[in-house]
C-alpha cells in the first residue's frame, strides 16, 4: 500500500499560524494531484485544498472556508506537500489528512491512499 | 455546493446479515461525457484515515472484499454489505466529485446487533 505521512500538527492559538507537511517514499508528488481533507473532532469530513501536478500546471484550489487563509504548496525538491494555515480559528481545530486524486480522467476523483493524519488543536 | 445526506446515520446488523447504507445527492452526479456517475465509498474505522472502498459508484478498488458492492445512478446511491463480518464495524462515507468542492455524506456508523 502507498504511504503518505503527515507531520507538524500541534497547538495553536487563535489568530495563529501553522505549517503542515506530507511526504512519501512511494508516490512522486510532484506527478500526482494532491488533497487536504480534514474531520473535527467526532464529525465528517471536509476537503478544504489541493494542487495539481507539475504537468497540469501546479495550480491550487481552495475551498470557500479556508479561502485566503490556507493555501496548498508543494516543494517538489523535498517531494513535500504543505499546508499553510494562517489566521487559524477555533473551529479549525481538526485531523488534516492528505490524500492523493484519483486518477479518474475528469477534473475532480476520489482520494486514494489517505496518510494517517496530523491533529491541529487551535485553542487559547 | 451539491449536498449528500446518508441514511440511517447508524445501523445495527447482525453477524452474516446485510447491510445497506443509502447516500442522495442534491443533484445528479451522472457525468455526461462518460456516462458514469461521481461516487465514492470510504469505510473509517476508529483511530484510522479513511479508506477508499468504491469508485465510479460501483467499480470495487482492488483488494477490496466482494462482500462490498456499489449501486444507484443519479442522485441515489447504495452501499451493500451482503453479509457482515465482525471487521466491517466502521462509519461509512459516500462522497461526489461531479463538481468542485468535492463534498462528504455525513457518514452512517455501522454496528454489530
Known amino acids: 500500500e502507498v504511504q503518505l505521512v503527515e507531520s507538524g500538527g500541534g497547538l495553536v492559538k487563535p489568530g495563529g499560524s501553522l505549517r503542515i507537511s506530507c511526504s512519501s517514499s512511494e508516490i512522486t508528488l510532484t506527478n500526482a494531484w494532491m488533497s487536504w481533507v480534514r474531520q473535527a473532532p467526532g464529525k465528517g469530513l471536509e476537503w478544504i485544498g489541493r494542487?495539481?501536478?507539475?504537468?497540469?500546471?501546479?495550480?491550487?484550489d481552495h475551498a470557500a472556508p479556508v479561502k485566503g487563509r490556507f493555501t496548498v504548496s508543494r516543494d517538489d525538491s523535498k517531494n513535500t506537500l504543505y499546508l499553510q494555515m494562517n489566521s487559524l480559528k477555533t473551529e479549525d481545530t481538526a485531523v488534516y489528512y492528505c490524500s492523493r486524486d484519483g486518477n479518474s480522467g475528469i477534473y475532480e476523483a476520489w482520494f486514494d491512499p489517505w496518510g494517517p493524519g496530523t491533529l491541529v488543536t487551535v485553542s487559547s | 455546493d451539491i449536498v449528500m445526506t446518508q441514511s440511517p446515520d447508524s445501523l445495527a446488523v447482525s453477524l452474516g446479515e446485510r447491510a445497506t447504507i443509502n447516500c442522495k445527492s442534491s443533484?445528479?452526479?451522472?457525468?455526461?461525457?462518460?456516462?458514469?456517475?461521481?461516487l465514492a465509498w470510504y469505510q473509517q474505522k476508529p483511530r484510522q484515515p479513511p479508506k477508499l472502498l468504491i469508485y465510479w459508484a460501483s467499480t470495487r478498488k482492488s483488494g477490496v472484499p466482494d462482500r462490498f458492492s456499489g449501486s444507484g445512478s443519479g442522485t441515489d446511491f447504495t452501499l451493500t454489505i451482503s453479509s457482515l463480518q465482525a471487521e466491517d464495524v466502521a462509519v461509512y462515507y459516500c462522497?461526489?466529485?461531479?463538481?468542485?468542492?468535492?463534498?462528504f455524506g455525513q457518514g452512517t456508523r455501522l454496528e454489530i446487533k
Open positions: 494542487i495539481k501536478s507539475k504537468t497540469d500546471g501546479g495550480t491550487t
Open positions: 443533484q445528479s452526479v451522472l457525468y455526461s461525457s462518460n456516462n458514469k456517475n461521481c
Open positions: 462522497q461526489q466529485y461531479h463538481s468542485t468542492p468535492p463534498t
